[in-house]
């Protein structure tokens, strides 16, 4: 079930607030072209690149604006099956490189995206695993 929500990446309703329009099927090598749109309506354009995609298991994407390592984000999803595989455990991460970095992050409102992509993730497989 998560790895069904997290591959429905043409699917933009109840996405992130910085993820409103990514339309793309998670394969390595892929580009998607999300435009985003922060709550402070803020504006960018990054172009994401999937790197591994492991159904049921791993899904990491980079982020680049532009030109290398002016800003990289490495946004990875790990699923671990827990309880004898009848749930599962979603663990992600973004690390974020280069010289625009300092100017760019705000610790806060990546908390907030981060708790924001969990809940609709959590909400999306629970809704389906009932069904």
């Known amino acids: ?13 109840g996405r992130t607030a910085i993820e409103r329009s990514i339309d793309a099927i998670p394969v390595v090598g892929g580009r998607l072209r999300p435009e985003r749109s ?18 049921d298991r791993r899904l990491v994407r980079l982020d680049r604006a532009g030109v290398p390592f002016a800003f990289d984000s490495y946004h990875e999803f790990h699923l671990e099956p827990i309880d004898g595989g009848r749930r599962t455990r979603l663990l992600q991460r973004e690390t974020a490189r280069g010289a625009l970095v300092p100017l760019a992050f705000d610790e806060r409102r990546l908390e ?3 708790e924001e992509r969990n809940r609709t ?6 809704s389906r695993a009932r069904a």
């Open 38 to 55: 922060a709550p402070d309506g803020r504006n960018g354009f990054l172009e994401p690149e999937i790197l591994i995609a492991e159904e």
């Open 121 to 126: 993730i959590r909400e999306r497989a629970e």
């Open 1 to 13: 079930m998560v790895w069904e929500v997290l591959a429905e990446l043409e699917d933009t309703a």
């Open 112 to 114: 907030r995206e981060f």
